[in-house]
């Protein structure tokens, strides 16, 4: 059985139980009889070191003593061991169970730990009563039976003085040692079943023998000083005594009396002393004892303003401050949780700030404090709060001064004298008349350990200004602060979503409803009321049944679906019909109502009115974006007249499509196609593109219709390299789903053309027409042979407001026109993956092509292939690196332009 599945041990009993190597059942008993055996032993070798140095045993009472003690001696040493082995039973039962990897039932196992507890005071009683009983009674007998039967003549002095030694100096010296020596022995053992919770049971703590320091020390007084001393002045005053008598001196009695006076008084005085000094001693300690324990009780009622004091220098001393010490972080720990109790309940960020920092200042002992959260857009750390100054809101870099410092390396900062820091900014002081003479400044780490804040306390109060303590409780508190502050956030974000929600659901033009799972009506926003004519005080809680029938019962039976399916219901321009014969064009979608668990909560109806102008603005969106057809109905269709505007044209096309198509089939190319387009379409909306048509895998798109504005050209050259990003992530799930990549090319013109509705009457498209449009077709042909994505034209980076990333490709003359244009390829889509290298790669290729169109070739030469080494895939650098090197062959004629002339389309 494994125990540490039976038994749920504390942090420090793990531990312990880890640590502490303790010996099993069997070793741990052959150590206590090795101790009581040395201990006799010892007992025995010291009382015969006696007697044969005072006790003037002949040889005959030696043999007499050896004969008749040794029996005694037998006895009482093994009915010693007998009652150790007796009284070690319960231990003995548990480290058993242990040893073979067993756990003992809980009676057992505190039954087993109260042995541990009470063995030391058992061989002190065993060794004090009835060892030192049955150990004189051995000595008495052996010499009472050598007189007897040996004819030893054991005097009775001899016989006096020899057991007192047993009794009186022997016996409790040997109990003594044998108490420390099995406290010693059992200890970690005690530790090693001391280490589970309630491991001891109140009957068997009731059954402890509670030895008092007060007790132990009046026995180490009366046994090992003055009962040794009082023998020891006997044997003196016999010796003495015995000396007259051997020597015959003339010496009576009375002569004698003042030395046994004299020995009597000091024997009386140190004995005295020697009370009297272990009863102080005892009193002292205990006294010290009394207040600790005292102290802890109280403690264990949960008083926390225990505080003892120190009126020595022993180690009591030490105990007390340790002790002083672990109450004050007690209360420090027991202040904090109240304080984050309290900080939970407040989730508005300016108020929690605000107490954060009064607590802050409380816990340290501070002047004042500042929190300092840390916000990623603007990179500043800011707070709405600062305590002490009038200020409403700071704002500061996060790198600048301390604060910044701190944020940015998360290393704390203690200063005791901020001025003289190069980080701490004084002007703050200067300005307000503050002097900060100390400073914390701290990080404050989320659960993630991403920076959030910074915390900044100033000036404590004691003298000395912040300590090591101090950065420890700050610690603390700050894996709090940040707790409470992400909750804070997390609770002002659910606010922002739900008044967002609402906020949507209040401006949505669509009308939103939503029904229970019991078919009533229980939300439904301002457009929903206006689509339906009728107030919320008329709708809400209303069967939806009772409501729609009978003139729409189609919606009550999308409803009915939509329940019974799960799946959503779409209806598209389907009259609403309404009681006064009135009716309106809308879409329906309805769609089943799910709670965080995914349980059906009901249904939610999306009305979409379509009727004229929803109708209208609905057409244009497939063309447009929701701004620009916004603005056209505005302007009451106006702009749609034919007219003469400067306007950026841009064409794309897909690459080797052709063959693509062939592979895919009929129902492949149109799935690729409404892929591609999905994505693209989307992104020349986003910069105010318009949609001029689909020419097959194509797509034009004018910028500056109908309305123009200052970046039509820079919107036109946004919109290319969108699309070049947006194709690698749709290139990505391709290849991904077994698909082939794809390929484009794009090409963007500028100048004045003709737009305007064009065709029959009936059927008008809108449309530009004019050079500017051929030359952007023209130049998405030459991305082919220039091996680039995308080409501009002069005339397009001329219109450009907005700083890009370009190079000028070559001077063009197309098909069909005389004059040469200047082409230019956009690069702010490439990333260094893609285009490594891309800065030295250009500036080798501009000066390439500077020293080319000054007939310089073989100079020309050296920078493409500075280029071409910067970057191998570079196109344009080895297509003019070729043409230096025709030209070097066959130099060009004296009116060469550099222009290179199209014959393609």
């Known amino acids: 059985m494994d125990i540490s ?29 090795w101790i009581y055996v040395a201990g006799g032993t010892a007992g025995v070798g010291v009382t015969m070191l006696l007697a044969l140095l ?54 057992t196992h505190s039954r087993g730990l109260a042995c541990a507890l009470n063995l030391p005071f058992l061989s002190f009683v065993r060794i004090s009563l009835p060892h030192a009983c049955g150990a004189a009674a051995t000595g008495l007998s052996a010499m009472l039976f050598g ?85 020891i002045a006997a044997s003196i005053i016999l010796k003495l005594n015995l000396l007259v008598e051997e020597l015959r001196l003339p010496v009576s009695d009375a002569d004698l009396q003042p030395i046994w006076l004299w020995i009597g008084s000091a024997v009386l005085i140190v004995s005295l002393g020697s009370l009297v000094m272990s009863v102080l001693t005892a009193n002292e300690v205990t006294r010290s004892a009394r207040q600790l324990v005292d102290a802890m009780k109280s403690v264990e009622k949960g008083e926390l303003d225990v505080q003892l004091t120190v009126t020595g220098t022993d180690e009591y001393a030490e105990i007390f401050r340790g002790f002083n010490l672990m109450i004050t972080g007690l209360r420090d720990e027991v202040a904090m949780l109240e304080l984050t109790h309290d900080l939970s309940r407040e989730l508005h960020i300016d108020t929690l700030i605000a107490r954060i920092m009064g607590a802050t200042t409380e816990l340290l002992d501070a002047d004042r404090a500042t929190l300092l959260l840390h916000d990623p857009k603007p990179r500043e750390l800011w707070s709405r709060y600062a305590d002490g100054l009038g200020t409403t809101e700071i704002r500061i870099p996060d790198t600048s001064g301390v604060a910044g410092d701190v944020f940015m390396t998360g290393i704390t900062a203690n200063l005791d004298d901020p001025y003289s820091d190069p980080r701490f900014n004084q002007d703050v002081d200067k300005r307000t008349g503050y002097r900060t003479m100390n400073m914390l400044c701290m990080a404050v780490p989320n659960k993630s350990g991403e920076r959030i804040a910074v915390i900044q306390v100033l000036n404590k109060q004691r003298p000395g200004g912040f300590t090591a303590k101090d950065e420890t409780r700050l610690m603390a508190f700050s894996s709090q602060i940040a707790i409470t502050l992400e909750n804070a956030n997390l609770f002002d974000e659910v606010l922002t979503i739900s008044n967002y929600n609402e906020n949507i659901r209040a401006s949505s033009s669509n009308g939103i409803l939503t029904v229970d799972m019991d078919g009533i009506i ?164 986003r910069h105010r593109g318009i949609l001029d048509k689909y020419i097959g895998d194509a797509i034009m798109a004018l910028f500056g219709a109908p309305f123009t504005s200052d970046v039509d050209a820079d919107n036109a050259v946004a919109v290319a390299n969108e699309m070049m990003a947006a194709l690698r992530i749709l290139n990505q799930r391709r290849i991904s789903a077994g698909g082939a990549a794809l390929d484009i090319g794009i090409g963007i013109g500028t100048g004045e053309a003709v737009i305007g509705n064009i065709g029959s009457t009936k059927r008008l498209e809108y449309t530009a027409i004019g050079d500017c449009v051929n030359m952007s077709s023209r130049l998405e042909g030459a991305t082919k042979q220039y091996g680039v994505p995308i080409l501009i034209s002069e005339f397009t980076v001329a219109d450009l407001r907005h700083p890009a990333k370009l190079r000028e490709i070559d001077l063009i003359r197309v098909k069909g026109k005389d004059n040469p244009v200047a082409v230019f390829e956009a690069l702010d889509h490439y990333t260094p993956e893609i285009f490594p290298n891309l800065d030295d790669t250009v500036a080798a290729f501009n000066a390439g092509m500077r020293h080319y169109r000054s007939r310089q070739f073989s100079v020309a030469q050296t920078y493409f292939k500075d280029a071409l080494n910067a970057h191998p895939g570079d196109r344009p650098s080895r297509i003019f690196l070729e043409r230096c090197a025709a030209f070097l062959n066959s130099p060009p004629p004296a009116n060469w332009d550099g222009v290179w002339t199209m014959t393609d389309k």
């Open 5 to 33: 599945a039976q038994i749920s041990p504390t942090a420090r009993g793990l531990k312990a139980a880890r640590d502490t190597a303790y010996p099993s059942s069997r070793q741990l008993l052959l150590r206590l009889f």
């Open 54 to 107: 005072g006790y003037e045993f002949t040889v005959q009472q030696w043999i007499a003593v050896g004969i008749f003690g040794t029996p005694g001696i037998l006895i009482y040493t093994l009915f010693d061991l007998w009652l150790i082995a007796r009284h070690y039973r319960p231990l003995g039962d548990v480290l058993t169970l242990l040893d073979q990897g067993r756990m003992p039932d809980p009676a």
């Open 147 to 231: 007189n007897w039967l040996l004819d030893t003549q054991f005097a009775v002095w001899q016989i006096v003085i020899f057991n007192s030694t047993i009794v009186l100096f022997a016996a409790p010296a040997h109990a003594i040692v044998e108490f420390f020596a099995l406290s010693r022995a059992l200890s970690p053992v005690i530790r090693r079943l001391s280490a589970y919770e309630d491991a001891l049971l109140p009957e068997d703590a009731a059954k402890l023998f509670a030895v008092r320091l007060r007790n132990k020390l009046s026995y180490l007084a009366v046994f090992v000083s003055t009962l040794p001393t009082i023998f």
């Open 522 to 685: 229980t939300t439904a926003n301002q457009a929903a009321l206006d689509i339906l004519r009728t107030s919320e005080h008329e709708l809400i809680n209303r069967s939806a049944i009772e409501w729609f029938e009978p003139h729409n019962q189609w919606i009550v039976d999308a409803i009915d679906r939509v329940r019974d399916t799960g799946a959503r219901d779409i209806s598209v321009d389907t009259p609403l019909l309404f009681a006064e014969g009135r009716d309106a064009s809308v879409n329906l979608k309805v769609a089943p109502l799910h709670d965080q668990e995914n349980q059906v909560l009901g249904t939610l109806l999306l009305i979409e009115d379509i009727s004229n102008e929803q109708r209208v603005k609905a057409t244009m969106a497939r063309f447009m974006s929701k701004e620009v057809a916004d603005q056209l109905l505005a302007s009451d269709g106006g702009q749609l007249e034919g007219k003469s505007q400067r306007i950026s044209i841009l064409f794309s096309d897909i690459r080797g499509f052709t063959g693509l198509s062939e592979s895919l089939g009929a129902t492949g190319t149109v799935s690729l196609l409404n892929e591609y387009f999905e994505e693209m379409v989307e992104v020349v909306f």
